[in-house]
């Protein structure tokens, strides 16, 4: 199917784990973006990648890593989870042009205990 | 410095009355301007945009929007709202710096009432 997919949907771990979150998406999009919302914050960018191979830091880029081999798959990994990071996490790609609107996954619901 | 701001973290209105939820933003780019929808435990879903074409843009569901450059704003309205508009609504702004710089609004919560 077409869009944009996230997995998993939920995840439940432990501190000090790593965990990594899938986003894959189907339009060939060359933007991607990784989110975390809280309450009282919004959405707020964590990565984004214009393209393959090209990363970027957001506005919480700590304790996260992001790559992007592939156009289509943009993983997000915690390398060593903390409490602070429970949160629902959004994956989002858009085309080139800044007229271009987001598209937004389900989103991962992380809670690290 | 460029921001969003959305005026009301939380809206109340009656179904059938309208709806009016407020943004502003600070730019010294000419930005394109979004507005989307979440609905509880979803994703985010566009309801409209501007990009430098008509100041008054319609989007889905019965929404629209002004883009009012001498004011900095971008209102959403809707003439009567259903209890199914009720949501939280996200205020998106985005700028082309070399590379693209989006930033969101806090978010406003609607409640519909009976």
């Known amino acids: 199917d077409a869009g944009i997919t996230q997995s998993p949907r939920y995840k439940i771990t432990e501190t000090g784990r790593q965990v990594t979150l899938m986003c894959h998406q189907t339009?060939?999009?060359?933007?991607m973006f990784w989110y975390r919302q809280d309450l009282g914050h919004g959405l707020r960018l964590i990565y984004y990648?214009?393209?393959?191979?090209?990363?970027d830091k957001g506005e919480v880029p700590d304790g996260y890593v992001v790559s992007r081999s592939k156009t289509e798959n943009f993983p997000l990994t915690l390398e060593s989870a903390t409490r602070s990071q429970t949160s629902v996490y959004f994956c989002?790609?858009?085309?080139?042009?800044?007229?271009?609107?987001?598209?937004f996954g389900p989103g991962t619901r992380l809670t690290v205990l | 410095a460029q921001s969003v701001t959305q005026l009301d973290s939380h809206v109340s209105v009656s179904e059938g009355t309208p709806v009016l939820l407020r943004c502003n933003y600070s730019?010294?780019?000419?930005?394109?301007l979004f507005w989307y929808v979440q609905h509880p435990n979803k994703g985010l879903q566009l309801l409209l945009k501007?990009?430098?074409?008509?100041?008054l843009v319609k989007g889905i569901n019965g929404f629209e929007a002004e883009f009012k450059k001498s004011e900095t704003s971008f209102h959403l309205t809707k003439p009567s709202a259903h209890m199914s508009d009720a949501a939280e609504y996200f205020c998106?702004?985005?700028?082309?710096?070399?590379?693209?710089?989006?930033?969101f609004g806090a978010g406003t919560r609607l409640f519909v009432k009976a």
């Open positions: 989002a790609s858009s085309g080139t042009s800044g007229n271009n609107e987001q598209f």
């Open positions: 339009w060939s999009h060359s933007y």
């Open positions: 990648s214009a393209a393959a191979d090209i990363t």
């Open positions: 730019s010294s780019y000419s930005p394109s």
């Open positions: 501007y990009t430098s074409a008509a100041t």
């Open positions: 998106v702004v985005r700028y082309n710096t070399g590379g693209f710089k989006t930033i």
